[in-house]
Each structure stands twice: as C-alpha cells, then as structure tokens.
C-alpha cells in the first residue's frame, strides 16, 4: 500500500524559508515519479515541482528559482526546500506519486499547510 506522509509546513513570514519532507512507503522509487502539488482557498491544485524518470526537475513558473525538489531514495524521502516565500504561495501542499509516463497522480499525501504572511 502507498503511503506518503508530509511534514514541515507553517507559518513564516514574507521572505523567509521552509522545507517539506514527504516519507513515501510501499513501492519502491523507480516504481512512480514523485512531485508536489498546492492548493490554495478558492482557487484550484497546481502543480508545483515535479521528477521525471530521468530525475528531470520541472517547476511552476511562479516558484522557479526560489524552491527546488530533492529525493533522497536511501532515506525515502522527498524535499521541497521553498526560500524566498511570499503570501501567494500560502496553500496546502501535497506530495504526489505519479505515473512516470501519464503523468497521472496515483497517490497523494494528506497535506501540509504553509501560510506566508506580509
């Protein structure tokens, strides 16, 4: 059974940095491509930071050059390292594991709440 568990989320201010780990189990790491997605109130999931199977990172326009997506495959473990935060990225960000060719998500976390303020 896939698990993934999110933690890490919080408030900090504009400006400041906060990274998310999300510890995946049940599967072994060539099995899905790994990313993350966000949601913020009144407004619809985005695709944030995502792996391909060649360990390609690809980042939403609206983060690239301040987040950045690690997997360490010995501890398990996907990061989201986000620096440089603004009030826009407040949302819940959810860990994803993903057909590696659809794309389609097969499993998601149960969410981490980040919440930047000005």
């Known amino acids: 059974q896939v698990q993934l568990v999110e933690s890490g989320g919080g408030s900090v201010q504009a400006g400041g940095s906060l990274r998310l780990s999300c510890a995946y189990s049940?599967?072994?790491?060539?099995?899905?491509?790994m990313g993350w997605f966000r949601q913020a109130p009144g407004k619809e999931r985005e695709r944030v930071a995502t792996?391909?199977?060649?360990?390609?990172?690809r980042y939403a326009d609206s983060v690239k050059g301040r987040f950045a997506i690690t997997l360490d495959n010995a501890k398990r473990t996907l990061y989201l390292q986000m620096n440089s935060l603004k009030p826009d990225d407040t949302a819940m960000y959810y860990c994803?594991?993903?057909?590696?060719?659809?794309?389609?998500?097969?499993?998601w976390g149960q969410g981490a709440q980040v919440t930047v303020s000005s």
């Open positions: 792996l391909d199977s060649f360990s390609n990172r």
């Open positions: 994803v594991a993903r057909d590696c060719y659809s794309g389609s998500v097969r499993a």
């Open positions: 049940g599967y072994t790491y060539s099995t899905y491509c």
